[in-house]
């Protein structure tokens, strides 16, 4: 029985994997479309999650799902019913940004430590924080969206070792690698963009 239980919680884990990896890697191609991709990552890793007690990432999962249904409308279609540019964050976004962090840190924290059994409130409470910063960034085509997302990162690495998720662990750590490509991708496009812009006028 038990047996089962782990075969099928990582199965389901290399199939949510799969879509977030797809999904990773069209958001560094700058493609909308990743959004459809981690839609579905997002709805196998919340049963997941919620079967290890990790309760607060399950509403990081809620949020992840709002963000990317908003983040493929706007990425697709924007403000002005196009595609939305990258661009690099206001000191008013930087501020919303940080804010969203901080907010959501403290609520986190209180809810997982006081209403849930989890073992990790903190550390958990943590990765959602600068998660929900970064997908809210991501969701607004803004290049400081894989810095937020990258310190989640780096905090839910041993977290999931911690609770024996190990394949999500180790898509953890390739979606830090990404990440680091996936700034340095979206750099040079800004900048080509800008040398376009540039040669034209």
């Known amino acids: ?10 199965l389901l884990q290399i199939i949510g994997t799969a879509f977030g990896v797809v999904q990773v890697l069209l958001a560094r191609k700058n493609n ?21 007690q990790l309760y607060g990432d399950i509403i990081l999962n809620l949020y ?6 908003y983040g493929w409308f706007f990425w697709k ?11 690099y964050s206001s000191k008013q976004e930087h501020i919303k940004a940080l804010g969203i962090a901080v907010v959501c840190f403290s609520i986190m924290v209180y809810w997982l430590q006081y209403h849930t059994n989890t073992d990790v409130p903190i550390w958990d409470a943590f990765v959602s924080a600068f998660a929900w910063a970064g997908m809210w960034l991501m969701a607004k085509r803004k290049m400081e969206n894989w810095i937020y997302l990258n310190i989640s990162n780096i ?3 041993p977290l999931l070792f911690h609770k024996g998720l190990y394949i999500y662990a180790g898509l953890t750590i390739f979606l830090f690698i ?24």
Do not use: C
């Not at 029985?1 to 990582?10: A, G, P, Q």
């Not at 979206?186 to 040398?195: A, D, S």
């Open 32 to 52: 909308p479309n990743n959004y459809l991709f981690g839609i579905i990552s997002i709805l196998i890793s919340m049963w997941v999650l919620y079967r290890s």
């Open 77 to 87: 279609f924007g403000k002005q019913k196009k595609e939305s540019p990258i661009s």
């Open 155 to 157: 905090i839910a690495i």
């Open 178 to 201: 990404v990440a680091v490509s996936g700034y340095i991708k979206w750099r040079n496009i800004i900048k080509n963009e800008r040398n376009e812009q540039y040669t034209t006028a």
């Open 1 to 10: 029985m038990i047996e089962d239980y782990l075969f099928h919680l990582t």
């Open 64 to 69: 992840y799902f709002v963000m990317s249904v």
